[in-house]
């Protein structure tokens, strides 16, 4: 039996048998303009994260976590600059220890670098995450300029969220698929989330 770590968020864990298989890359597709962040923050709750921002500054992302009315941990976060991001990026990855959560937010900046260089930062980021016992959670804007190397990321990874943010009349409506889980069942439902203070199942009915 595989070992299930938690995503912090009760209704995916109940959902994917206890949580996600230890050693596994997920990637979490979004709208930049939709409450994504809430899964990220959540996660840190779990275990010990690394939280590897390549857009926000790392002071920028800490307040943002400290502010979110969400259950949270306390993560170590690092930004990443430079004209170099996929060379920090690896060094910063290879010091990931045992079983913990890394989290890459956004991931887009190093989909934009060389091909062959970004597909070996992947198998070397799935080779670490799959020896650790840990989970790796790659936030991807899904917005009007997604990066040409996004195929490359869906495939390498195991398990896909995929986040559909829209307005429906007179609310915004988040449904989340996970269309891929490499080795398990994918989730065949569509999952209708509430996304306000924390990740929460949407009671509310769809009036037709």
Request: glycine share 6%; net charge negative.
């Amino acid at each position: 039996m595989v070992e299930r770590l938690r995503t912090g968020i009760e209704v995916l864990d109940r959902k994917l048998e206890g949580g996600i298989p230890a050693g596994s890359i997920v990637t979490l597709t979004a709208s930049p303009a939709s409450q994504a962040e809430l899964f990220l923050y959540e996660l840190t709750a779990t275990r010990g994260t690394l939280y590897l921002s390549l857009n926000r500054t790392g002071d920028a992302v800490t307040s943002s976590i400290d502010r979110s009315p969400a259950k949270t941990g306390d993560p170590t976060v690092r930004d990443v600059a430079g004209e170099a991001p996929l060379d920090n990026a690896t060094k910063l990855v290879s010091a990931l220890p045992e079983s913990s959560n890394l989290i890459i937010d956004p991931l887009d900046v190093l989909e934009r670098q060389e091909a062959p260089r970004f597909r070996n930062f992947m198998n070397e980021l799935q080779n670490h995450i799959y020896n650790t016992g840990s989970l790796a959670l790659l936030h991807c804007l899904d917005g009007v300029d997604v990066p040409h190397l996004r195929d490359t990321t869906l495939h390498m990874s195991d398990i896909v969220f995929d986040l559909d943010t829209r307005v429906n009349g007179d609310r915004i409506e988040n449904r989340l698929t996970v269309p891929k889980f490499r080795g398990g069942v994918a989730i065949p439902d569509v999952i209708k989330l509430e996304l306000a203070e924390e990740v929460a199942i949407d009671t509310s009915r769809d009036i037709a």
